[in-house]
């Protein structure tokens, strides 16, 4: 009687918990003792239209997590856009303070007269053990090799990156499964220099079918620090978008990394893999045809079913409804838009969103960054659709858009938190309780548990505004994993594409180290899991991107240290001493 | 002549509403330029349209028959609804560009005639419009002039319309009480309407949720003028 007593109980608790029952979400903002409260200064153009082409290149507050160091505490590379405005490298100084680094650690340039900083990558390129840096620009991207003492190198020349491109966007993965990080670059406009401007005829054609983007380019990484243009063997030339973001998760569970791209002014694309370095665009019999702002792409598994869903920010305002896009997997190369059915539908103007378990509950929630711009009490909509409604108009002349001068434009706006209520398979918003809803002209989101307590954190960016520092609360939240995986042999060493699933609970909760995914915002490479009351796992199942499937034990609010063919190893820091 | 003139096309018309595929859109194009002004005729075709997904070739259509005919103000009303019909398929920055086309169609038919089916189209076409754009009380100027003419007629089954449409232009506005008013004055021709009911049952935020609703510009806008000749 005792017996079937206790198993009740513990099946109910069991029920409770796989329900999203946990702690409640909250955030801190500390950016400012923190030290990492800095401004981001987006690229004034000069002449006449110059604040026009600010708007279209406005979207360059960015942030990228990652151990530079190898000492087990998640850094930032913080990234800003104006002439001769500098970069921040915070180093995590593991007392929950930062400190800008990144003038001895020779990262500060970037914004020169002829290019502008938009985004930045870590990677770690050469397997060397060092994460390395990759700025991305309206420009020529440039990559730096880190020596592993605190100093980087630029190597761009060697590299053969040093080809222009207006890119916004950069991921890094393995799509050869060859062992070597590619890189793909999301290109926003064509190839044309906005700041010379040889031509007024720079913007998009078609504000909801644009093709006269500058697409994507795909390098592969051949190994001895050279990387080749193979765009068009590998079927991206077609396309023509204006690329804002760029996602890659392996969808299918072929083993093989595929790419979902947001595109602004038109079709978002999915591309698969066909694993003989060549993809397949299947946008049309996977998600269809779509006139939304794509603006990004953050894939994580929401509903616990073990494929990994996608989820795009459009723009859903007063003036213009698009709704976001939930895409559920449906685990045969299709998707469904669940967005309005789960409640993640409408976030204003959004920018970079993020899952993330932020009570450790086991259900992945969202944080939603938004805002154009915050200005002046005059609306710029109204007189943009003056010149949109004018017959005939060419949209392409960046001399025909109207002055925005001081007035806003989708300014203001509250960020949005949707936590997940597990099992009834809806999202509840909850900004406000949560202590995130700032209003903020957000761009960037940088997520990770800065100070190994393991609630995730997350590092706002914003356009010409200050960013902004929230540290997860533990106010009731779940027991946790952490880990953080590391390749050899036929994988990449920061084992970008390795898969990983965990059982508790009930669910079986998967992650993926991904190599950037989300607007303006690399997110930390290690792996994160809230396991609820959960204190002890069966072994983790991880799926190398070599192909090897192993599993491991793992312990519970812990952050474990894997390594391929080892198992559980020293963190580095810990093995250097 | 004229007698069986009228009789050809009373056939015609009770013929044409079982067309429905593309292979057919000639044949109402063929009425239509037989009988530029003909409404129905170019509702049914529209909603022929509808079906096959032809838009661009029915609004290639009517652009050519008003530009022969720049009197014939019922060719310039399904001119613009022909723009409204495509906008659930667009975009939505050509959604506006197509709105913004159609109340100048609108516009011209007015011009030419003022009748109560096109003032009532673009005073409710103003109101999808967001507020930011402040065209909420052309809308009402428009609904208020057929709510007049409607007023002066017997009780016909579509001037629920303009109580709708007028009642949601004041409540744009923010004149609540006037919406509220106006919804009142309809439900009292119209109690059984579960359109006023539903407003009137409503206030606030449940209110403008289900206002907002109802101007989605997303979703498709009943365009079917059929009421008009069934109207009792």
């Not at chain 1, 990449?492 to 898969?499: E, T, V, W, Y």
Request: net charge negative; with cysteine.
């Amino acid at each position: 009687m005792k017996i079937r007593w206790i198993l009740t109980a513990l099946a109910l608790a069991g029920a409770v918990w796989a329900a999203g029952a946990g702690g409640k979400i909250r955030f801190e903002e500390i950016s400012e003792k923190a030290g990492v409260k800095v401004m981001h200064h987006t690229r004034k153009f000069s002449g006449d239209h110059g604040d026009v082409l600010g708007m279209f290149t406005s979207g360059g507050a960015a942030v990228a997590v990652g151990d530079y160091n190898n000492d087990g505490h998640d850094d930032m590379f913080v990234t800003n856009s104006d002439v001769g405005k500098p970069n921040y490298l915070f180093r995590n100084n593991g007392d929950g303070t930062f400190t800008d680094v990144a003038e001895p650690a020779g990262v500060t340039g970037g914004n020169d007269p002829d290019s502008i900083v938009a985004d930045a990558l870590w990677f770690d390129y050469d397997n060397d053990g060092w994460v390395d840096l990759m700025l991305v620009r309206f420009g020529t991207p440039v990559l730096f090799h880190n020596e592993g003492n605190g100093k980087f190198k630029d190597v761009t020349a060697q590299t053969g990156f040093n080809v222009f491109g207006n890119s916004i966007a950069a991921i890094a993965f393995d799509y050869d499964n060859d062992g070597r990080l590619d890189v793909m670059l999301g290109h926003y406009f064509k190839p044309v220099d906005l700041i010379k401007l040889p031509t007024p005829h720079v913007l998009p054609n078609d504000l909801d079918n644009a093709v006269n983007g500058g697409g994507v380019g795909l390098w592969r990484n051949l190994g001895g620090g050279r990387f080749e243009d193979v765009t068009e063997k590998a079927g991206f030339k077609d396309h023509t978008g204006w690329t804002l973001d760029i996602g890659h998760s392996d969808f299918d569970n072929d083993g093989w990394q595929d790419i979902y791209l947001a595109c602004d002014y038109g079709t978002d694309r999915i591309y698969f893999n066909n694993g003989d370095g060549t993809f397949s665009d299947l946008t049309k019999t996977s998600i269809g045809f779509d006139t939304k702002k794509g603006m990004n792409v953050d894939i994580g598994d929401y509903d616990n079913d073990g494929l990994q869903d996608v989820y795009v920010t459009n723009i859903t305002d007063e003036y213009m409804k698009e709704c976001n896009m939930l895409w559920h997997n449906n685990g045969d190369r299709t998707f469904t838009d669940l967005s309005k059915e789960t409640g993640t539908c409408p976030t204003l103007w959004g920018w970079a969103a993020k899952f993330g378990d932020f009570d450790n509950d086991g259900w992945q929630d969202l944080f939603v960054v938004n805002g154009l711009r915050s200005a002046g009490k005059d609306n710029y909509i109204p007189v943009l659709v003056n010149m949109i409604t004018t017959p005939g108009i060419d949209f392409t002349d960046v001399r025909v858009w109207p002055k925005i001068g001081d007035m806003t434009w989708s300014g203001f706006q509250k960020k949005k938190l949707f936590r997940n209520l597990g099992h009834q398979g809806v999202f509840k918003e909850m900004s406000a309780e949560a202590g995130v809803d700032n209003d903020l002209d957000g761009r960037g989101i940088g997520m990770a548990d800065f100070d190994n307590d393991g609630m995730l954190d997350l590092y706002q960016t914003n356009a010409d505004q200050k960013a902004l520092l929230y540290r997860g609360l533990a106010d009731g939240a779940g027991n946790w994993v952490q880990l953080k995986l590391v390749g050899s042999g036929k994988s990449n060493r920061d084992a970008i594409g390795a898969k990983a699933a965990i059982e508790a609970g009930g669910l079986t909760m998967i992650r993926e180290v991904n190599g950037g995914n989300g607007y303006a915002g690399q997110s930390t490479l290690r792996l994160h899991w809230g396991v609820g009351t959960a204190t002890k796992l069966p072994p983790v199942e991880i799926r190398w991107p070599s192909g090897k499937v192993e599993k491991h034990p793992v312990a519970v609010n812990e952050i474990t240290y894997i390594e391929e063919g080892k198992g559980i190893v020293p963190a580095w820091h810990r093995r250097k001493k | 002549m004229i007698r069986r003139n009228a009789l050809i096309l009373l056939l015609a018309a009770a013929v044409l509403p079982l067309w429905g595929n593309s292979a057919d859109l000639e044949k109402y194009e063929k009425a239509l330029l037989a009988s530029p002004d003909d409404l129905r005729t170019g509702n049914d075709y529209r909603q022929a349209v509808i079906k096959a997904k032809e838009y661009d070739r029915c609004i290639a259509f009517f652009e050519k028959l008003t530009a022969a005919n720049p009197d014939a103000s019922n060719a310039f009303l399904n001119f613009g609804f022909a723009y409204v019909d495509k906008i659930p398929d667009a975009g939505s920055i050509t959604q506006v560009i197509l709105a913004n086309t159609a109340l100048a169609h609108f516009t011209k038919s007015i011009e030419i005639q003022p009748s109560w089916i096109a003032l009532y189209t673009r005073g409710n076409s103003y109101l999808y419009w967001p507020k930011i754009f402040g065209r909420a009380h052309l809308g009402v100027a428009d609904l208020e002039k057929a709510m007049e003419m409607q007023r002066k007629d017997s009780v016909k089954s579509y001037h629920i319309r303009s109580y709708i449409s007028l009642g949601d232009g004041y409540w744009k506005m923010d004149d609540i009480e006037k919406a509220r008013a106006i919804w009142q004055e309809g439900a009292k021709h119209f109690p059984s309407d579960a359109q006023l009911k539903a407003r009137l049952s409503r206030e606030g935020d449940e209110l403008k949720e289900y206002i907002d609703d109802v101007l989605d510009p997303n979703k498709r806008v009943n365009t079917d003028l059929h009421e008009l000749w069934e109207a009792r």
